[in-house]
């Protein structure tokens, strides 16, 4: 019993911190991996539309391509987004990447929930590094909000990546993300 205290415990001081946008680097994202059939010497990271998952939008890929997305020599992660209190939804869990004040890109971001979930990412951009990734063979992308977050990390913490896509997202009007010298400005492919 008093394991199972100790990890309710824990789960409630890692959705307090989320809730307030505050990071906990002890934030452990689960992920669904299609790994390369040869040598690993590229990644792309794809991140799901709010309160769905990473097994979520893998299997919705792979039913709209009618295989599976897998290449030689480049691992497909699809992490999923802790649960965290969601404002547009009056505070229900959800899977969502950041959160924000309303679904609209006539509102301020929630900068202090997207900075802590680009912390979070960064990890897992680094991991990939560790394994021998070079920063620049590296995707990252998603779909709806998993796109916007995509945009996020990519132009504001991690510009030597190779590129960065958006599918079915948006920025807010007055987002941080117009802020990045034209200079630092990487490949994306945005599909609306």
């Not at 409630?12 to 059939?37: C, F, K, P, W, Y």
């Not at 039913?63 to 649960?83: C, G, M, S």
């Not at 505070?91 to 679904?103: H, K, Q």
């Not at 590129?163 to 034209?182: C, H, M, Q, R, T």
Request: charged share 15%; with cysteine.
């Amino acid at each position: 019993a008093g394991s199972q205290e100790e990890s309710r415990s824990a789960r409630s001081a890692d959705l307090s911190l989320l809730a307030g946008g505050g990071v906990n680097m002890a934030v452990h994202l689960q992920r669904n991996i299609v790994a390369q059939t040869k040598k690993h010497t590229a990644s792309v990271i794809f991140l799901h539309g709010s309160g769905d998952t990473g097994q979520g939008i893998r299997a919705w890929i792979k039913d709209a391509l009618k295989q599976e997305l897998n290449f030689q020599n480049i691992r497909v992660i699809y992490p999923t987004a802790p649960l965290r209190p969601y404002i547009p939804m009056k505070g229900t869990l959800s899977n969502v990447w950041f959160d924000r004040y309303s679904i609209s890109n006539n509102c301020p971001e929630h900068l202090e929930s997207l900075d802590s979930m680009c912390h979070i990412l960064g990890n897992l951009v680094d991991e990939e590094v560790k394994a021998g990734v070079a920063k620049d063979r590296l995707i990252l992308g998603g779909f709806s909000m998993g796109g916007t977050m995509a945009m996020h990390l990519a132009y504001r913490f991690h510009q030597q990546v190779a590129g960065v896509f958006a599918l079915s997202s948006f920025l807010n009007k007055d987002s941080v993300v117009y802020e990045i010298p034209a200079s630092t400005i990487l490949c994306l492919f945005l599909c609306c």
